[in-house]
């Protein structure tokens, strides 16, 4: 199983709005990844948590909070988001750090701020 | 700070047509290198994990080479087909985790 599942599939907010992404993989990945998409450009690295623990914020501002609960799950806690936070929302993990093996993505959130 | 730049941009073949997908990148010191396919609105799928000893990968019609010293992977694709119609990304880690070209939008025409 190399599955990243990521919910929900889309996400319509308001700016005043709280909601969380969820990402789950069962491959045994010690690490895993949230990266941020804008249309027509590449994945931007947002965080990496490496062994549970947070081991790179990429300067994200701090309306996104991350949260690694166990190995297996990764969630993305939003609020107070802006228009320009609209994209498309990628996790995924791979079986170390920075520099590991081969690295498994999501489906992805598309997220909408209204 | 590593840079991966993907040529071209944009490619449309006829079907049944091999072609050669482009990426350089400027940081040689990479632990590995993986491309990626893209459907609009998708996430990503792996298509090939190059590590930093190998010369090359081959899966089906997909065979991608990586040349470290000079900073240059390919992606050869052969007998494309319709189907094959999709952003193709490449990305390198190292140090850091993967960095990203801004790929290539393939079109297969039937």
């Known amino acids: 199983d190399t599955e990243v599942t990521q919910t929900p599939k889309h996400l319509v907010m308001g700016m005043t709005n709280k909601k969380s992404l969820k990402c789950e993989q069962h491959?045994?990945?010690?690490?895993m990844y949230w990266y941020k998409q804008k249309a027509k450009k590449p994945p931007e690295l947002m965080f990496v948590?490496?062994?549970?623990?947070?081991?790179i914020n990429e300067s994200v501002p701090s309306r996104f909070s991350p949260e690694c609960p166990n190995s297996s799950l990764l969630n993305l806690h939003l609020h107070a988001l802006q228009p320009e936070d609209s994209a498309l929302y990628l996790c995924?993990?791979?079986?170390?750090?920075?520099?590991?093996?081969?690295?498994?993505f999501g489906q992805g959130t598309r997220l909408t701020v209204v | 700070k590593q840079e991966v730049t993907q040529i071209p941009a944009a490619l449309s073949v006829p079907e049944g047509e091999n072609l050669v997908l482009n990426c350089s990148f400027t940081?040689?010191?990479?632990?590995?290198l993986q491309w990626f396919r893209q459907d609009p609105g998708k996430g990503l799928t792996s298509l090939l994990l190059?590590?930093?000893?190998?010369r090359e990968q081959t899966s089906g019609r997909l065979n991608a080479s990586l040349d470290k010293s000079s900073g240059r992977s390919t992606l050869y694709i052969a007998a494309s087909q319709p189907g094959d119609s999709a952003t193709y990304l490449c990305?390198?880690?190292?140090?850091?985790?993967?960095?990203f070209g801004k790929g290539t939008r393939l079109s297969v025409i039937a």
């Open positions: 995924a993990s791979s079986n170390q750090g920075a520099g590991g093996t081969e690295a498994f």
């Open positions: 491959m045994g990945h010690r690490a």
């Open positions: 948590y490496s062994y549970e623990k947070l081991s």
């Open positions: 940081d040689s010191a990479i632990y590995n």
């Open positions: 190059i590590q930093s000893s190998q």
């Open positions: 990305a390198v880690s190292g140090n850091t985790p993967l960095v």
